[in-house]
């Protein structure tokens, strides 16, 4: 089968699993009342959302599997890209279901958080590692210059490392709107997507199957939210990016067109430590970098919009400087 067809039937069918599930799964995530938590030091506009039903992420995880299963059958890579997608899932899973069951604010430690995602991190670069010979993974491909690869060489582990812990938790941190993570992902991933079918890459499917999911599950999550993705949702999202990213060789791609994923960490990054050195002041309104708007006098779907339109001008310098590997 073409493997434009086949991305396009595994949009279709991750698309048609969220629209058909989540009418009948939001009602059950309200009864067993699985709410969201609002902060209470956040916007005051958002306290009205408290209760929405959260935890949506699941149906983004079994559309996305739904999409993708059924052309990973000897397509090593497509399965690498699903796994590290489900591994992260279940750590936000995790997250969610000791913040909204067991009722700890909290969810996870963060240490207990960074050993998990350190663990599924380290055994997805354990395979780039092991099959780097085959296909090349260390030399990355780098934007607007000519037919031109950067061998990272012994620095390619440490730099994925740190590569993947950072954006899954970039991705997370942007989850704080109505729509916004999941638009923006959506933008990215088909970004990603034509990238992929450029390049002749076999996880073309399991790509077309995120960006169906996404889409799928906006038409709930944008505002009014009638569903939030929760952690579940957000680190699965982070670990597909990334993922998606570094077997496309194109790790460095994902920080020009996921530039909103990167300013929402520095931002917080930024604020904890302007904090710490001026003994109790803010660099921002408030962290991330979504709220700092909303506080400045922006309502929350501007906030939204206007981060949707920088990732697609985004997206489209990210093509102009692809142009020369496809």
């Not at 380290?122 to 993974?137: D, H, K, R």
Request: with cysteine.
């Amino acid at each position: 089968m073409n493997d434009l067809v086949s991305a396009i039937i595994a949009l279709l069918i991750a698309f048609l699993v969220n629209v058909i599930l989540l009418p009948f799964v939001i009602p059950i995530l309200r009864k067993i009342k699985f709410g969201q938590n609002v902060r209470q030091d956040g916007p005051n506009s958002h306290l009205k959302k408290t209760g929405t039903p959260t935890m949506g992420g699941i149906v983004i995880l079994i559309s996305f599997v739904a999409g993708s299963l059924i052309f990973l059958r000897d397509n090593t890579q497509a399965i690498v890209i699903v796994l590290v997608t489900l591994s992260f899932g279940v750590i936000g899973f995790i997250d969610d279901y000791i913040k909204v069951v067991k009722k700890r604010s909290l969810g996870l430690r963060g240490k207990q958080k960074i050993v998990l995602q350190f663990i599924v991190s380290a055994g997805f670069v354990a395979y780039l590692v092991m099959n780097n010979e085959a296909n090349n993974y260390s030399s990355v491909y780098i934007p607007f210059v000519n037919d031109y690869a950067l061998d990272l060489g012994i620095f390619f582990i440490p730099l994925m490392l740190f590569g993947i812990l950072g954006i899954t938790n970039a991705v997370n941190l942007t989850d704080g709107l109505d729509g916004l993570a999941t638009g923006v992902t959506a933008l990215v991933v088909t970004f990603f997507t034509l990238a992929a079918w450029a390049l002749s890459s076999t996880i073309l499917p399991v790509t077309g199957a995120a960006v169906g999911s996404l889409v799928g599950f906006l038409l709930f999550n944008k505002y009014p939210a009638k569903v939030f993705m929760g952690d579940t949702g957000s680190l699965a999202l982070g670990g597909l990016v990334v993922s998606v990213a570094i077997v496309l060789r194109m790790p460095i791609f994902l920080v020009i067109v996921g530039l909103i994923y990167v300013l929402e960490a520095l931002s917080v990054t930024i604020q904890v430590f302007y904090f710490k050195i001026t003994g109790g002041k803010r660099f921002f309104k408030m962290a991330p970098l979504h709220h700092h708007y909303e506080l400045k006098g922006w309502s929350e779907t501007k906030v939204v919009k206007v981060f949707y339109l920088v990732t697609a001008i985004l997206c489209l310098v990210g093509f102009v400087g692809a142009q020369n590997m496809f």
